[in-house]
């Protein structure tokens, strides 16, 4: 078999089992979920996010370090950092936007107010990305020195973990808030 091909296999299979692993984690929690007003509105886009924006940090890496503008090393790099803050940024920003549009439709569709779904969304972004976010940049980092293809990897991987990682950030902040 080609080396690609087992890549690309053995991580669209384990991504299949994580995101098992996701749903049964959500419902487990359905009936804290159920508690709060507009976090169902707010699930799908938050965990469609977390993929996306982790997804694209670990692209952009992968690009880095095949064309030789990063090296897989964490200290003193200027690019690393600068991939780091524009997630954060990104996280930040859709994860407040999420809990507005989540708010905004419990409110006008159900005519119930309830604000704290804008902080439990972004009390679950930042605590996803603190997660995600390394978890990304290492794995990427390891594949990319062991001789694999982060590109035919990270993709299923990020949207596993961050499936996982965004549902239990989403449950422990419905829990400080």
Same mark, same amino acid.
């Given at each position: 078999?080609?080396?690609?091909?087992?890549?690309?296999?053995?991580?669209? %299979?384990? &991504?299949?089992?994580?995101?098992? %692993?996701? $749903?049964?984690?959500?419902?487990?929690?359905?009936?804290?979920?159920?508690? /709060?007003?507009?976090?169902?509105?707010?699930?799908? $886009?938050?965990?469609?996010?977390?993929?996306? /924006? +982790? $997804?694209?940090?670990?692209?952009?890496? &992968? &690009?880095?370090?095949?064309?030789?503008?990063?090296?897989?090393?964490?200290?003193?790099?200027?690019?690393?950092?600068?991939?780091?803050?524009?997630?954060?940024?990104?996280?930040?920003?859709?994860?407040?936007?999420?809990?507005?549009?989540?708010?905004?439709?419990?409110?006008?569709?159900?005519?119930?107010? +309830?604000?704290? /779904?804008?902080?439990?969304?972004?009390?679950?972004? %930042?605590? +996803?990305?603190?997660?995600?976010?390394?978890?990304?940049?290492?794995?990427?980092?390891?594949?990319?020195?062991? $001789?694999?293809?982060?590109?035919?990897?990270?993709?299923?991987?990020?949207?596993?973990?961050?499936?996982?990682? &965004?549902?239990? +950030?989403?449950?422990?902040?419905?829990?400080?808030?």
């Amino acid at each position: 078999m080609d080396r690609d091909f087992r890549e690309i296999l053995t991580t669209e %299979l384990i &991504s299949v089992t994580g995101g098992l %692993l996701a $749903g049964v984690l959500l419902a487990f929690a359905t009936n804290q979920i159920e508690l /709060i007003p507009g976090v169902l509105i707010l699930l799908p $886009g938050f965990l469609e996010m977390r993929g996306n /924006i +982790s $997804g694209s940090l670990s692209g952009r890496l &992968s &690009s880095g370090l095949f064309l030789g503008a990063l090296k897989p090393e964490v200290r003193n790099n200027r690019v690393l950092r600068g991939n780091i803050a524009a997630a954060l940024l990104l996280v930040i920003l859709v994860s407040t936007l999420l809990g507005i549009v989540a708010y905004a439709a419990t409110y006008y569709v159900f005519g119930i107010g +309830s604000p704290k /779904i804008i902080l439990i969304a972004f009390a679950a972004g %930042l605590l +996803s990305s603190i997660i995600e976010i390394p978890l990304t940049i290492i794995t990427t980092f390891w594949l990319f020195r062991h $001789g694999h293809d982060p590109n035919n990897i990270m993709g299923p991987y990020v949207t596993t973990t961050g499936d996982i990682v &965004s549902i239990a +950030s989403l449950l422990f902040a419905m829990v400080i808030v």
